[in-house]
């Protein structure tokens, strides 16, 4: 009894001093900050969850910090995650909806391994062989044409069709394309597609700005595709059929499709020997915007 | 005609027609492209079976929507050619838009019989025919 009453001062004091003390760490720097990367392309959600470390000075990343040959996450603390909602293709190989740990087997001369692992839960120091991988793909580093202090992923470019998912940190980046299946149906039946072939210009009913479209039917691929000139520029597009006779503008990057405006509506009209004439470009208020009309081919 | 719209001015006004649409959004792309689906209007149909004024103030129905019922009627011959894509057709006693109209009020509450239904009308109105209106309907809802 007298060791309990003696002992009550101290005890109230350790509690006031707990008490005082955050047990949060929201509020402190925390080494290898975690972060999220979330894209939806085209209906298929691609996350991304990873702890972020730093450089902090250390200039031998890859080869010295993280050892070649070792199976490393690209992260820290516990392991990244990649989360689909649904199935894509990671450089080219089907990879099943579901959340993934990732892995990668860093390789000094050649093509890192980068695995998709089961287990989510394991730490950093887990280390599991590529080979326990539920896929894996092989992509070659790059140097990055800048230094990236804190580990990152990201999305420089998202398709109608996919993304590209970039890893960078210190002068290395590695780049992954994902493959989404995509809602955006690009041929057009023959008849239809050869009809739109020719030189077209449109612009706002009423003014002095049209501009040249020129169309072709591709057919290897059935799709329309063609040039909008601008200036002195080109852009190549792709006609997107939404219905017989009408369509939305597809963008591409590089040899992908990129963008499709789907405010607008392409609508071809004044058939004259199976072949449209005219067109209007209508919003999705159904007002026209733009005209257009045949001026060759 | 000169090249002064810019491609950046094109995708800037974009968005601008989602502001304010009557016909609502819509998915990025449609992947199922249906020309078939229409039925053909019955012949001889009118508007009788659409609700009237009166029965659709009693609902206390907004104005806005008694407009759209007031358009139906003016054009029944043509409503029934055009397949309604909010799904009702699978419904028994449904055929069309038209049908959409009809007693049970179910186009009241539906923005996309009433959508449709301000897209054939402003479309019948410009003197379009029954095809290229259908076209214009599968573009935006099929």
Known sequence: MAQFSTSVPTFLLALAVLLSTPFDATGQIVASERGRLEQTIDGTRVEIDYSRPSARGRTGLFGEVVPWGETW??????????????????????????????????????????????????????????????????????????????????????????????????????????????????????????????????????????????????????????????????????????????????????????????VWYFEFFDYQDGRPTAFEVRDTGDEIRFEGRRVGG | MNDSISRRRFLSVAPLALVGTALGSRRVSAPIVRMDAHPEPRPGITADEVMTREQLEERAVEDRVREIFDMVREMPQIADGIDCYCGCAVRPGYRSLLTCYYADGMAAGCPICQGSAQLVHRRWKDGQSLERIRRAVDARYA
């Open chain 1, 73 to 262: 996450t690209p992260g820290a603390n516990a392991s990244t995650k990649l989360t689909l909602s649904k199935a894509v293709e990671l450089e080219g190989e089907p990879v099943e909806p579901g959340t993934w740990g990732v892995w990668i087997e860093l390789v000094e001369d050649g093509p890192w391994k980068v695995a998709l692992h089961p287990d989510t839960s394991l730490f950093h120091t887990a280390h599991p062989p590529v080979s326990e991988g539920a896929y894996v793909v092989e992509v070659v580093p790059e140097q990055a044409p800048e230094f990236v202090e804190t580990l990152q992923f990201s999305m420089p470019e998202v398709r109608g069709d996919g993304a590209t998912l970039q890893l960078d940190w210190g002068r290395t980046r590695l780049s992954l394309d994902i493959a989404v299946e995509s809602s955006t149906v690009l041929t057009v039946p023959p008849e239809e597609g050869r009809g739109l072939a020719g030189a077209w210009e449109f612009g706002t009913p009423g003014e002095d700005d049209g501009m040249p479209l020129t169309l072709r039917y591709d057919e290897p691929t059935e799709r329309v595709l063609g040039e909008w000139t601008q200036g002195t520029e080109d852009y190549p597009v792709t006609m997107v059929r939404q219905a017989e006779g009408i369509y939305q503008l597809g963008f591409f990057v590089g040899d992908r499709i990129g963008e499709v405006i789907n």
